[in-house]
């Protein structure tokens, strides 16, 4: 998945560049149409957006969005408007912090899969393992 990084620069980094195959199986079945975050270098779709474009500020609605949000103090906003966007799908990994705010706000009552990864990704040019636990959350509001 992709961040707005070109690849993973340390656990300290709230900014975490999706696996491959991991994406790969996911867009066989959701088949996106727009990666939410990315950078040009690392975009997961030919219709992406990047810091400048700011994927928080675009419409999400009627697409098919592959977000893999930073993971930082504004990962509640990405989770917001993904519960949020109606007519289409939106697919996130997210830290499975399921203690947290976003979580029961947005996460529990708003999404129609969870999809919990047994064990600790390995991110794309990551020699080790997330130092956290990830979810598959899928959301989608059919107009």
């Given amino acids: 998945m992709s961040t707005f990084t070109s690849g993973l ?5 709230n900014e975490w560049t999706t696996p491959k195959d991991l994406f ?3 867009n066989r079945e959701f088949k996106f149409t727009v990666d939410a975050a990315s950078t040009h270098e690392n975009a997961l779709v030919d219709k992406h957006w990047t810091l400048a474009e700011d994927g928080l500020a675009q419409c999400w609605d009627g697409e098919r969005v592959w977000c893999n949000p930073p ?4 990962i509640a906003q990405w989770v917001k408007k ?11 990994l997210i830290p499975a912090r399921t203690d947290t705010s976003y979580w029961h706000d947005y996460v529990f009552p708003n999404a129609s899969d969870i999809r919990f990864i047994r064990g600790r990704l390995h991110f794309s040019q990551s020699k080790t393992a997330a130092p956290f636990p990830s979810a598959i959350v899928v959301f989608e509001r059919w107009a």
């Fill in 82 to 92: 993904a519960s949020e966007a109606v007519g289409g799908v939106v697919v996130m």
């Fill in 24 to 26: 790969d199986e996911l």
């Fill in 71 to 74: 993971y930082g103090r504004q």
């Fill in 9 to 13: 620069r340390s656990s300290a980094s």
